[in-house]
């Protein structure tokens, strides 16, 4: 796998531990892919020479492509110290995430686990914007939600329906709901033959996948990418 230098043009933080990383190649141009696909981050010196992977949460279309980043351990506390400017490498783009369909699409992602999401989510809504899609995103607190002023600029152009958790606040807008993602309740409002893409912890994933398949959806119509912490 061919890889490649990359440099930091912008920076979005979120939260206090996650920003989104904005960046292109040296030449200014960005690399092919899918909506949805990963790019492996190398950085010597560390414990993991192989680099780790992180999907990209920008759309195929856009000037720049992005990864939202975690502070959770070594590799993302060297991306997280990143600052303008500064050069990383990079792998090519790869992974079979967005199973690019015209059918409706249910979202179903936790914290970073937004990023593919939103990648694909994005990109179908730029092709169409008449495309039926629902996210369902669980965070801890409100102050957690990445993207949220975008979901909601997205969600207010087109049939985005958004529908956020939040799972460690004891006071959320009414708008939002208090409490883990239902995957029952995902069902009654998606629509027929929709296709769920799920995208979080090992944990979060291996759940929601163990409920969508006892309440008979079928496994080829499942995409899930986890997120290893």
Request: aromatic share 10%.
């Amino acid at each position: 796998m061919h890889r490649h230098q990359a440099r930091i043009v912008k920076i979005q933080r979120h939260s206090r531990d996650v920003v989104t990383l904005y960046f292109c190649l040296q030449d200014g141009s960005v690399l092919p892919y899918t909506a949805g696909q990963y790019i492996t981050v190398y950085f010597d010196g560390t414990s993991t020479p192989e680099g780790k992977a992180y999907s990209l949460s920008s759309a195929p279309s856009e000037p720049l492509m992005s990864i939202t980043v975690k502070k959770i351990g070594e590799y993302s506390g060297r991306l997280h110290g990143l600052a303008l400017g500064n050069m990383f490498t990079i792998s090519d783009a790869y992974g079979h995430f967005n199973p690019n369909t015209t059918k409706p699409l249910v979202c179903i992602g936790a914290g970073v686990g937004v990023a593919p999401l939103w990648s694909v989510i994005k990109h179908e809504y730029q092709q169409d914007a008449r495309r039926i899609a629902r996210l369902f995103y669980s965070n801890k607190t409100v102050d957690d939600i990445a993207f949220r002023d975008e979901l909601d600029e997205v969600s207010c152009a087109t049939n985005l329906r958004v529908h956020h958790h939040i799972t460690r606040q004891e006071q959320v807008p009414a708008v939002m709901s208090r409490g883990r993602i239902s995957v029952e309740k995902c069902l009654q409002v998606a629509e027929d033959e929709a296709i769920y893409l799920v995208c979080g912890s090992v944990g979060f994933v291996r759940d929601v996948w163990k409920a969508l398949t006892t309440q008979g959806v079928a496994a080829e119509r499942i995409s899930t990418e986890t997120f290893f912490e």
